[in-house]
């Protein structure tokens, strides 16, 4: 059966309506009628094959949520009607030290929602942006929130995990300062979960209009990055750095924010590298720059689970699927609050 999508046909083609199919659910698949998909910046980078290799057509879309439609006869797990959530992975190999420590997002073999290997034509996975996805139940995330909210758990999938994973690796609670760097999509989550644990929470911003907001998000301090005095009086200062920022920049004034034995983990994924950094900086005060990739599945549902019991979701706004070329254009001018949510009820043509 053929069912609506967005996605592209070509690196430098807008996104349009597209008819694509998915698999008949197999014996461990669910099948799930998506109401919801985030839109991750990530979805740029590949849409546009900023990371090269992406394959065409390209339908994006990694921060699903939806109801279950159908299951196939050994998924015991899941029932039709149940509120679940699919995020950027969909398939690894299940057997190797990463995925057995139930860590997919690190296996060799990991098959991303989109533009990832498959036997399901066109031969690559497709994503989110479309009416129904089907995956192994292995990869498919309980919703615990109320329905009401699903739209705004759609960006946990991947902007919640993303942010909560390094916080969790890095041990991040109460007595730490740490800071979150580029409030976006993943920015504004790493602040609100960093809070939550119980995290002093600065926020560096290159957009002097976001201060409030990120007061409001949970954040203590708000500094803006262009300026040179806000920076230096926070020198040394912080325990952990939490970098989401799309672009390249220079990290160097970012270091000197760290105390000693402080750590900045990168999840921010630009397209092209960092301007080279001062070895000094890591030097003197033993510091580490580290980073950090999505999250596996059990801490993906630990996430979930988290938020549900601390009302988290994202700031979203809500938008149709036929406005996605101008909400891409948008996000690359900094120009969300805070995340972007397809509608994906609008796709039905
Ligand atoms: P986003 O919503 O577009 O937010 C990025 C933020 O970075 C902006 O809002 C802006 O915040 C800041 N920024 C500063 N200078 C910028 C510039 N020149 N261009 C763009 N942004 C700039 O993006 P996102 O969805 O949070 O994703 C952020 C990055 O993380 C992307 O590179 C994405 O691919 C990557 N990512 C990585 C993983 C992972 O597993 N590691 C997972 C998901 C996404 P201010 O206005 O506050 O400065
Ligand atoms: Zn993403
Ligand atoms: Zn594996």
Redesign the pocket.
């Known amino acids: 059966m053929t069912i609506h999508a967005y996605g592209a046909h070509a690196a430098d083609r807008p996104l349009e309506s597209i008819g694509i199919t998915r698999r008949a659910p197999g014996a461990h698949d669910i099948q799930i009628d998506i109401a919801y998909c985030g839109v991750?910046?990530?979805d740029?980078?590949q849409v546009r094959s900023e990371w090269a290799g992406t394959l065409y057509p390209c339908v994006p879309g990694h921060e699903i949520v939806g109801r279950v439609s159908a299951v196939g006869a050994h998924v015991s797990a899941f029932a039709i009607g149940d509120l679940v959530g699919v995020g950027?992975i969909v398939d690894s190999c299940r057997h190797c030290a990463d995925c057995d420590d139930g860590l997919e997002?690190y296996c060799d073999h990991m098959v991303g929602t989109y533009n990832g290997p498959t036997e399901d034509a066109p031969g690559h996975t497709l994503g989110g942006y479309s009416q129904q996805i089907v995956v192994h139940e292995r990869y498919v995330l309980r919703v615990r929130h109320p329905e009401a909210d699903l739209a705004a758990v759609a960006p946990l999938l991947?902007?919640g995990i993303?942010t909560y994973s390094p916080l969790r690796h890095w041990n991040v609670g109460p007595g730490h300062k740490v800071g979150v760097?580029?409030?976006?999509?993943?920015?504004h989550m790493g602040i609100k979960l960093a809070h939550a644990m119980g995290a002093r929470v600065v926020?560096?911003?290159?957009?002097e209009s976001?201060r409030q907001d990120a007061l409001a998000l949970g954040a203590r301090e708000v500094v803006v990055?262009r300026n040179e005095e806000e920076m230096s009086s926070r020198a040394a200062s912080l325990d952990f750095i939490l970098n989401?920022?799309?672009?390249p920049?220079d990290l160097d004034p970012f270091f000197a924010l760290l105390k000693r034995d402080g750590t900045m983990a990168?999840?921010?994924?630009?397209a092209t590298p960092h301007p080279s950094t001062q070895v000094f900086n890591l030097i003197m005060k033993r510091r580490s720059l580290a980073?950090?990739?999505?999250g596996g599945i059990p801490e993906t549902q630990e996430m979930l689970d988290f938020c549900a019991k601390h009302a988290i979701v994202a700031d979203i706004e809500k938008i149709r699927a036929d406005e996605i070329n101008r909400a891409y254009e948008r996000?690359?001018r900094?120009d969300?609050k805070?995340?972007f949510v397809i509608d994906c009820a609008s796709l039905a043509a």
């Open positions: 991750c910046h990530s740029i980078h950027c997002n991947c902007a993303t760097v580029g409030i976006g999509g993943l920015g926020a560096f911003t290159t957009s976001k990055s989401t920022v799309a672009a920049h990168l999840v921010g994924a630009p980073g950090s990739m999505i996000m690359l900094g969300v805070y995340r």
